[in-house]
């Protein structure tokens, strides 16, 4: 008798549920969840509990000035969301590190990991002391309550960014280029 591929990917997910276990306890004040539902955009339209166990799910990290959260190239599973300090996002470019981006509290990095190739496509670096909570791939997915608010809020950051560079893009292709633009095709 074959067996139907949803029933058996409904098993499965249950199974890695199960087998992942989410730390209990978590203790942060009422106002700072608060501050966290308001800012943080991958977190956007989901309810006090399930917020509370998605944050519970979350590794906190600490940084000193310069210390790098990953490098450009390195294998990603996971994103963070930045709670203090800044980074700065910067990519390699015919040797030179380019800055791309200077992020401050309340703003998410390394999401594209979740959602596509799992290489770093970027460097990513504490500008003074940083405190970041990481959110890997393997405790979101377990925990589908949360998962698809936290995919689609991250496919709405990545379109944002998207918008943002073909502006950039358009700009400098305007001030660079004194001939009419190459067709597309």
Request: aromatic letters at 6%.
């Amino acid at each position: 008798m074959p067996v139907d591929p949803a029933v058996a990917k409904i098993y499965a997910e249950n199974f890695r549920a199960d087998v992942i276990v989410r730390p209990s306890g978590l203790n942060l004040d009422p106002a700072i969840v608060q501050k966290i539902a308001n800012r943080v955009k991958v977190f956007k339209g989901m309810t006090h509990d399930c917020l509370m166990s998605t944050l519970a799910m979350a590794e906190h990290q600490a940084y000193r000035a310069g210390d790098v959260v990953f490098n450009e190239g390195d294998i990603g599973s996971s994103f963070h969301v930045l709670i203090a300090g800044e980074v700065i996002v910067e990519k390699r470019k015919s040797g030179v590190l380019v800055p791309l981006a200077r992020l401050g509290a309340g703003e998410c990095f390394g999401e594209m990991a979740m959602v596509g190739n799992h290489l770093r496509s970027a460097s990513v670096r504490a500008v003074g002391t940083a405190a970041t909570m990481r959110f890997d791939r393997e405790r979101i997915d377990a925990y589908p309550d949360s998962a698809h608010i936290i995919y689609r809020n991250i496919a709405s950051v990545l379109a944002t960014r998207l918008d943002e560079s073909s502006e950039l893009l358009a700009d400098l292709v305007a001030r660079t280029s004194d001939t009419e633009p190459a067709p597309l095709a």
